[in-house]
């Protein structure tokens, strides 16, 4: 099962993706996370990256189709893939199709998390994870046993640096000028599902589960 998540800033597709992860064994395949990781390594990806990514801008496309091909090359997708933010571009998506079809491999689902922009806003500015070992929680929605810390580490909670008002404000501009051609071009594939993503998390992956015919 190979899927695609389409979804703005805090439409939950990290986490619908490791729910999708823990039943299914498909792989999540986050660029915003393969970035920070590049970030936090100082790579020279990560050192282009970050004052882009701060500012809440995209990053160019060739550097994150980059990312995705030397992905798909190192393996260990046999039970399939989910691309979480990417493509974001049609250009994006053009190079995607180009590589699947390189690899032998197709999409079987675009899934698009549909949610109103004021519910955005709470979600993204509550949102706190573990710099160890990446668990996200919310501080009102899915809070730590703990208020602060990891439930599983016990670490110190951080907030991602462009989880502020001014700069989700960039992300979803972004979102709104470059996702309906994404969407377009899936939708004349006949691949692209849209899912109402307001309720509980649970109630949501019914429907993704439903969606996908699991
Ligand atoms: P990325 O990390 O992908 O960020 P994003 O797209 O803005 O999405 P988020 O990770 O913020 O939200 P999410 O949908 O995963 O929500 P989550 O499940 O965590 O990208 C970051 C940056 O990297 C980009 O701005 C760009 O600079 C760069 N980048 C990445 N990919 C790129 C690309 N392809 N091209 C160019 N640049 C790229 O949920 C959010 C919060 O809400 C959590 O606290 C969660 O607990 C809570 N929550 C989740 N579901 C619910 C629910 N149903 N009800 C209530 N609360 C909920
Ligand atoms: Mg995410």
């Known amino acids: 099962m190979n899927l695609v998540f389409l979804g703005p800033a805090g439409s939950g597709k990290g986490t619908q993706a490791k729910k999708l992860e823990a039943d299914f064994g498909v792989v999540q395949i986050s660029t915003g996370d393969l970035l920070r990781d590049a970030v936090r390594m100082g790579t020279e990806l990560g050192q282009q990256a970050d004052p882009l990514m701060k500012q809440g801008k995209l990053v160019p496309d060739d550097l994150v189709v980059g990312i995705i091909e030397e992905r798909f090359q190192r393996g260990g997708l046999e039970k399939g893939f989910l691309l979480d933010g990417f493509p974001r571009t049609l250009p994006q998506a053009e190079a995607l199709d180009g590589m699947l079809e390189r690899n032998g491999l197709k999409i079987d689902k ?104 699991r």
């Open 110 to 213: 675009v899934l698009s998390l549909e949610v109103p922009e004021e519910l955005l806003y709470e979600r993204i500015t509550g949102r706190r994870s573990c710099p160890k070992c990446g668990t996200v929680y919310h501080v009102s929605n899915a809070p730590p046993k703990r208020m602060g810390f990891c439930d599983v580490e016990g670490e110190p909670l951080v907030q991602r640096s462009d989880d502020s008002p001014e700069k989700l404000a960039n992300r979803l501009e972004v979102f709104r000028t470059e996702i309906p051609k994404v969407k377009e071009h899936y939708a004349r594939m006949g691949l692209l599902a849209e899912i109402h993503g307001v309720g509980t998390p649970d109630g949501i992956y019914t429907e993704i589960r439903k969606a996908l015919g």
